[in-house]
């Protein structure tokens, strides 16, 4: 009898932390590599959550299984005062990263899961492992890459037979590093067809023009929203997230928290009091500077590569462009990364891994690959930000953006 079960042997190991290691080893092996394929902030946590978690680093007790009260309650003021909407600290759980609270929340879900082309690799791969099925929703260049009113409400109706329904948005978008601009109008087709949101607002502090606009302010008895201190914080590595539900599936929570209870029981007790502060002090000033640098840094590359060869939608947020290439003949694109990694070292992830058919040509470009504490230092609070320093700052990116145009312009 095989000694894995069926559905898990289809599950590949996450695209994202495959190229993380791959372009780790190529360098270590000598090669110049342009690390472009893994979505990572570049910036440090600021210094002072830093020593908030080294002062509580001797506390070693178990703390309550949905999280640290105070935390909760900080997390909770945290989405109130960026969508009005009231997600109160009973309703939200503590998990080691919001990968693992989407997780949770496939493992307990009883239903079907709507994705837009382009969704986060990891999204149906959990799916496939809680045994959901998947539908996905062709979304559209001119709209952003998010589904309009009426493509969701199709698919709603034409393809889905399960009465339970998740929709994953995430805005600003990984991969595609767009806003969503409808979202007012699939909050009213959510709400007509009685469809559930999970709101993934992982990166909506990161928002470019410092807005935070959050599906939950239209919709909020129906939106779940996940986030953590993984980008706007700088803390990837760390592993802290939430997952907030609204009143009415309070027993989903329950469901969740006793999944959490009986896998990695509580999150680790210093880092929730790092949290509290980073959900509670005022970090604007950090935020500002972080987003100023993401846009001139997205901008210079969105610059440097669009052309004839290299279609691209401007960044918006987040820190990912996903630039399409034009009159290519590989057979898919993860052969076309494949070559763009041989050819020029730059290292992508390809489209398929966030549901593009395979022969689109498209893929995500992570412009991370600078020294985020050397940047931030050397921005002035309230300075402009400049190509010149771009390229003073940001060298690989610079190289690598080159690199990659030079490449698509000789094929
Ligand atoms: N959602 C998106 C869109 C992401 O890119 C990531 C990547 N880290 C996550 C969720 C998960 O983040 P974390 O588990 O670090 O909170
Ligand atoms: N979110 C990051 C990315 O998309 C990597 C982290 C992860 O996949 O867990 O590259």
Same mark, same amino acid.
């Given at each position: $009898?095989? +000694?894995?079960?069926?559905?898990?042997?289809?599950?590949?190991?996450?695209?994202?932390?495959?190229?993380?290691?791959?372009?780790?080893?190529?360098?270590? !092996?000598?090669?110049?590599?342009?690390?472009?394929?893994?979505?990572?902030?570049?910036?440090?946590?600021?210094?002072?959550?830093?020593?908030?978690?080294?002062?509580?680093?001797?506390?070693?007790?178990?703390?309550? $299984?949905?999280?640290?009260?105070?935390?909760?309650?900080?997390?909770?003021?945290?989405?109130?005062?960026?969508?009005?909407?009231?997600?109160?600290?009973?309703?939200?759980?503590?998990?080691?990263?919001?990968?693992?609270?989407?997780?949770?929340?496939?493992?307990?879900?009883?239903?079907?899961?709507?994705?837009?082309?382009?969704?986060?690799?990891?999204?149906?791969?959990?799916?496939?492992?809680?045994?959901?099925?998947?539908? %996905?929703?062709?979304?559209?260049?001119?709209?952003? %890459?998010?589904?309009?009113?009426?493509?969701?409400?199709?698919?709603?109706?034409?393809?889905?037979?399960?009465?339970?329904?998740?929709?994953?948005?995430?805005?600003?978008?990984?991969?595609?590093?767009?806003?969503?601009?409808?979202?007012?109008?699939?909050?009213?087709?959510?709400?007509?067809?009685?469809?559930?949101?999970?709101?993934?607002?992982?990166?909506?502090?990161?928002?470019?023009?410092?807005?935070?606009?959050?599906?939950?302010?239209?919709?909020?008895?129906?939106?779940?929203?996940?986030?953590?201190?993984?980008?706007?914080?700088?803390?990837?590595? %760390?592993?802290?997230?939430?997952?907030?539900?609204?009143?009415?599936?309070?027993?989903?929570?329950?469901?969740?928290?006793?999944?959490?209870?009986?896998?990695?029981?509580?999150?680790?007790?210093?880092?929730?009091?790092?949290?509290?502060?980073?959900?509670?002090?005022?970090?604007?000033?950090?935020?500002?500077?972080?987003?100023?640098?993401?846009?001139?840094?997205?901008?210079?590359?969105?610059?440097? +590569?669009?052309?004839?060869?290299?279609?691209?939608?401007?960044?918006?947020?987040?820190?990912?462009? $996903?630039?399409? &290439?034009?009159?290519?003949?590989?057979?898919?694109?993860?052969?076309?990364?494949?070559?763009?990694?041989?050819?020029?070292?730059?290292?992508?992830?390809?489209?398929?891994?966030?549901? &593009?058919?395979?022969?689109?040509?498209?893929?995500?470009?992570?412009?991370?690959? &600078? !020294?985020?504490?050397?940047?931030?230092?050397? +921005?002035?609070?309230?300075?402009?930000?400049?190509?010149?320093?771009?390229?003073? &700052?940001?060298?690989?990116?610079?190289?690598?953006?080159?690199?990659?145009?030079?490449?698509?312009?000789?094929?």
């Amino acid at each position: $009898m095989n +000694l894995i079960k069926k559905n898990i042997t289809k599950v590949k190991q996450s695209a994202t932390l495959v190229i993380n290691e791959k372009s780790k080893q190529l360098i270590a !092996d000598g090669k110049k590599v342009y690390s472009f394929g893994f979505g990572q902030s570049p910036f440090p946590v600021p210094e002072k959550i830093v020593s908030v978690l080294k002062d509580n680093a001797h506390k070693k007790e178990y703390l309550p $299984m949905q999280g640290l009260e105070e935390l909760r309650e900080a997390v909770s003021k945290y989405l109130f005062s960026q969508t009005g909407v009231n997600y109160s600290k009973e309703n939200i759980l503590i998990t080691p990263g919001s990968k693992e609270a989407m997780l949770l929340m496939h493992v307990a879900f009883n239903g079907d899961i709507l994705l837009p082309t382009s969704s986060w690799v990891s999204y149906e791969p959990q799916a496939n492992i809680a045994k959901n099925k998947t539908h %996905w929703i062709k979304t559209k260049r001119e709209n952003n %890459w998010f589904p309009t009113a009426d493509e969701l409400e199709k698919k709603i109706k034409m393809k889905i037979k399960n009465k339970n329904i998740i929709l994953i948005l995430n805005s600003p978008n990984n991969p595609s590093g767009s806003v969503c601009k409808n979202l007012k109008q699939l909050a009213k087709i959510a709400k007509k067809n009685k469809i559930l949101v999970l709101s993934d607002e992982i990166y909506t502090d990161l928002t470019f023009n410092g807005s935070y606009d959050s599906i939950s302010k239209y919709y909020p008895e129906g939106t779940l929203i996940s986030g953590g201190l993984s980008k706007w914080c700088g803390a990837g590595g %760390w592993r802290l997230g939430f997952i907030a539900v609204p009143d009415k599936l309070k027993k989903f929570l329950k469901s969740l928290k006793t999944l959490a209870s009986e896998s990695y029981s509580t999150v680790n007790t210093p880092l929730q009091y790092a949290a509290v502060e980073a959900y509670s002090g005022d970090y604007e000033n950090y935020k500002n500077k972080t987003r100023k640098i993401l846009e001139g840094v997205g901008n210079y590359a969105y610059n440097n +590569l669009k052309s004839n060869k290299i279609l691209l939608t401007p960044p918006e947020g987040a820190f990912y462009l $996903m630039p399409e &290439f034009l009159g290519t003949k590989f057979k898919n694109s993860n052969h076309l990364c494949e070559k763009i990694l041989e050819d020029t070292g730059v290292a992508l992830l390809p489209g398929s891994d966030f549901g &593009f058919e395979p022969k689109k040509m498209i893929a995500r470009l992570s412009y991370t690959d &600078f !020294d985020g504490e050397n940047f931030l230092n050397s +921005l002035e609070d309230n300075g402009n930000l400049t190509d010149g320093m771009v390229e003073k &700052f940001a060298p690989n990116v610079v190289e690598g953006i080159k690199k990659l145009s030079n490449w698509a312009k000789k094929i």
